[in-house]
């Protein structure tokens, strides 16, 4: 049958064709777009129904909401502008930076979350040199790292996935983070911090025998946990897990801790915006910003203007874009010029 169609003059469509096709035909968002790569790539149950309400347009509801407020200031601006002699009521420039204020404020909280469904989560086992991280992330994924006794052995970043239950993650297996004079070993706890920064969650791995002074961490996306419990721990108060790498003690029990945590943090993010949508919000907080310090700084209403239709574009790129024909209609809606 298909060979009959193609005879006929029909063609295979390209990957990711139909997507694109309803992207350019208004049919789609891009955010609802990037919601069916997310849909594709879900590993599991809570990526799926995060990525489910991308494609439903969650993830563009706040930057789309955004662009309605400021296509609507864009058109008080310029309708002060284009139609003075019409006696339109104009608003204060305070009350107009106030505006520009509270939607910049909305970008940078839209801006501050990034998605789970940009492939698994990164779980970093983070700690001093000499911790267990590595005889831990063995433990853990089967893996066969070098363990020593000798602190700063671990000097590059080690991945490897890691599956939960029906949750799939990325472990890594960080250097110890030390104070090291300038050298191999400070280029390794450097990295070791980088990928730390990175994760979506964080283990703090300490040696249970002499674990020190207890980390501060935030409950919500770390863990703590006290290494070497065959060898006996040291009493310390707070939270923390204590594991052993060697009998298996308490491994059953982080990963289950763990899975919990990647749970949470993916229902959490259903609706943040991917990293093309966060580096849109930020060039649209940007020239926010500069058409504050305009209005401020008393530069006339075309210059404010244009740094909002900036912005206005900038966000086009994730909700489509709003044309000058729109603003129009929004100034003669909302001040019945020209009766």
Same mark, same amino acid.
């Given at each position: 049958?298909?060979?009959?169609?193609?005879?006929?003059?029909?063609?295979?469509?390209?990957?990711?064709?139909?997507?694109?096709?309803?992207?350019?035909?208004?049919?789609?968002?891009?955010?609802?777009?990037?919601?069916?790569?997310?849909?594709?790539?879900?590993?599991?149950?809570?990526?799926?129904?995060?990525?489910?309400?991308?494609?439903?347009?969650?993830?563009?509801?706040?930057?789309?909401?955004?662009?309605?407020?400021?296509?609507?200031?864009?058109?008080?601006?310029?309708?002060?502008?284009?139609?003075?002699?019409?006696?339109?009521?104009?608003?204060?420039?305070?009350?107009?930076?106030?505006?520009?204020?509270?939607?910049?404020?909305?970008?940078?909280?839209?801006?501050?979350?990034?998605?789970?469904?940009?492939?698994?989560?990164?779980?970093?086992?983070?700690?001093?040199?000499?911790?267990?991280?590595?005889?831990?992330?063995?433990?853990?994924?089967?893996?066969?790292?070098?363990?020593?006794?000798?602190?700063?052995?671990?000097?590059?970043?080690?991945?490897?996935?890691? =599956?939960?239950? %029906?949750? !799939? +993650? &990325?472990? $890594?297996? *960080?250097? @110890?983070? #030390? /104070?090291?004079?300038?050298?191999?070993?400070?280029?390794?706890?450097?990295?070791?911090?980088?990928?730390?920064?990175?994760?979506?969650?964080?283990?703090?791995?300490?040696?249970?025998?002499?674990?020190?002074?207890?980390?501060?961490?935030?409950?919500?996306?770390?863990?703590?946990?006290?290494?070497?419990?065959?060898?006996?721990?040291?009493?310390?108060?707070?939270?923390?897990?204590?594991?052993?790498?060697?009998?298996?003690?308490?491994?059953?029990?982080?990963? =289950?801790?763990? %899975?919990? !945590? +990647? &749970?949470? $943090?993916? *229902?959490? @993010?259903? #609706? /943040?915006?991917?990293?093309?949508?966060?580096?849109?919000?930020?060039?649209?907080?940007?020239?926010?910003?500069?058409?504050?310090?305009?209005?401020?700084?008393?530069?006339?209403?075309?210059?404010?203007?244009?740094?909002?239709?900036?912005?206005?574009?900038?966000?086009?790129?994730?909700?489509?874009?709003?044309?000058?024909?729109?603003?129009?209609?929004?100034?003669?809606?909302?001040?019945?010029?020209?009766?």
């Amino acid at each position: 049958a298909l060979r009959r169609v193609f005879a006929a003059g029909a063609r295979e469509a390209a990957p990711g064709e139909f997507t694109r096709r309803a992207v350019e035909n208004g049919r789609l968002t891009l955010a609802q777009a990037e919601g069916v790569m997310a849909v594709i790539r879900a590993r599991d149950d809570a990526a799926l129904r995060a990525a489910a309400d991308r494609l439903a347009g969650a993830s563009g509801s706040a930057l789309a909401a955004v662009s309605g407020e400021l296509a609507a200031l864009l058109a008080d601006v310029e309708a002060s502008i284009d139609f003075i002699e019409h006696d339109v009521p104009c608003a204060p420039r305070a009350e107009i930076a106030e505006r520009i204020e509270t939607l910049r404020e909305s970008l940078v909280r839209a801006a501050g979350s990034a998605p789970p469904d940009e492939g698994a989560l990164l779980v970093v086992l983070s700690g001093p040199p000499g911790a267990g991280k590595t005889s831990l992330f063995n433990a853990l994924t089967g893996g066969t790292g070098l363990v020593s006794g000798t602190p700063g052995t671990t000097r590059d970043v080690r991945e490897a996935a890691l =599956a939960l239950g %029906a949750v !799939l +993650v &990325r472990l $890594a297996d *960080a250097p @110890g983070d #030390a /104070a090291w004079p300038p050298g191999p070993d400070a280029d390794a706890a450097s990295r070791g911090r980088s990928a730390r920064d990175r994760a979506d969650i964080v283990v703090h791995v300490r040696d249970g025998t002499r674990p020190g002074a207890p980390p501060a961490f935030d409950p919500a996306r770390e863990l703590f946990v006290l290494s070497k419990a065959d060898l006996g721990s040291a009493k310390l108060p707070g939270r923390a897990l204590r594991v052993s790498s060697v009998t298996g003690a308490g491994i059953p029990r982080l990963r =289950a801790r763990i %899975a919990l !945590l +990647v &749970r949470r $943090a993916s *229902a959490a @993010g259903a #609706a /943040a915006l991917s990293s093309r949508e966060r580096d849109v919000a930020e060039r649209a907080g940007k020239s926010l910003s500069a058409a504050r310090a305009a209005v401020e700084g008393g530069v006339a209403e075309e210059f404010v203007a244009l740094e909002l239709r900036e912005a206005l574009d900038a966000l086009g790129e994730a909700t489509g874009p709003v044309t000058p024909e729109a603003i129009l209609d929004r100034v003669f809606a909302r001040f019945c010029i020209g009766k």
